[in-house]
């Protein structure tokens, strides 16, 4: 059974998925509003409902383990 309390994501966690976002597709040289960056977007979404709530390893598999400059 899915919870709708899984589902919620707060503002700290939201932030996180856009700065995740955002570098995913900087580093794909895409923009986030793009078609590709809505398929990022997707894929982002999907991680975290999978259960990935660590934003270096979600960058990293958004980016086929290229690691940030910075966070």
């Not at 309390?5 to 794909?28: G, N, Q, T």
């Not at 960056?37 to 975290?48: D, N, R, S, V």
């Amino acid at each position: 059974m899915v919870l709708f309390s899984d589902f919620v994501i707060d503002e700290d966690e939201l932030s996180m998925l856009r700065r995740v976002h955002d570098h995913a597709c900087s580093f794909k040289e895409l923009e986030p509003e793009s078609e590709e960056g809505a398929e990022i977007g997707k894929m982002l979404f999907h991680l975290y409902r999978q259960g990935i709530r660590d934003e270096l390893a979600l960058m990293q598999m958004l980016t086929n383990g290229a690691h940030p400059i910075c966070l």
